[in-house]
């Protein structure tokens, strides 16, 4: 059952910025929502997350200062602001769903996840 889809990545040089968004077909208060990268060769990695409880966000370190997360409830989506984008930000982003408010960079504790979509940052 799709539960997160999500959507705006692209191409951009270093230093530029691209918004993702992740429309989630569950009442945003009850849920975490988590945005992971998988690179070439790497392992997946927790980039940002928001839980509906208390709208606690939490970032890698990686991306702090740079990337901002951020939901409309109305609209049932979450995003994903990144700005000063560096080479190394180069992968699929995912977006992923968690069926609680616990706030959480482990990629176990998700159970649904979008398609992906591709961020690259080269000049």
């Known amino acids: 059952q799709l539960q997160v889809v999500e959507s705006g990545g692209g191409f951009v040089q270093p230093g530029g910025s691209l918004r993702l968004s992740c429309k989630v077909y569950r009442n945003l208060i009850d849920v975490t929502i988590g945005w992971f990268r998988q690179a070439p060769g790497k392992e997946r990695e927790g980039v940002s997350a928001?839980?509906?409880?208390?709208?606690?966000?939490e970032y890698a370190d990686s991306v702090k200062g740079r990337f901002t997360i951020s939901r409309d409830d109305a609209k049932k989506t979450v995003y994903l602001q990144m700005s000063a984008l560096k080479s190394e930000d180069t992968a699929v982003y995912y977006c992923?769903?968690?069926?609680?408010?616990?706030?959480?960079?482990?990629?176990?504790?998700?159970?649904?996840w979008g398609q992906g979509t591709q961020v690259t940052v080269s000049s």
């Open positions: 928001i839980s509906g409880l208390a709208d606690n966000k």
């Open positions: 992923a769903l968690a069926p609680w408010t616990k706030l959480t960079l482990n990629a176990p504790d998700y159970d649904s």
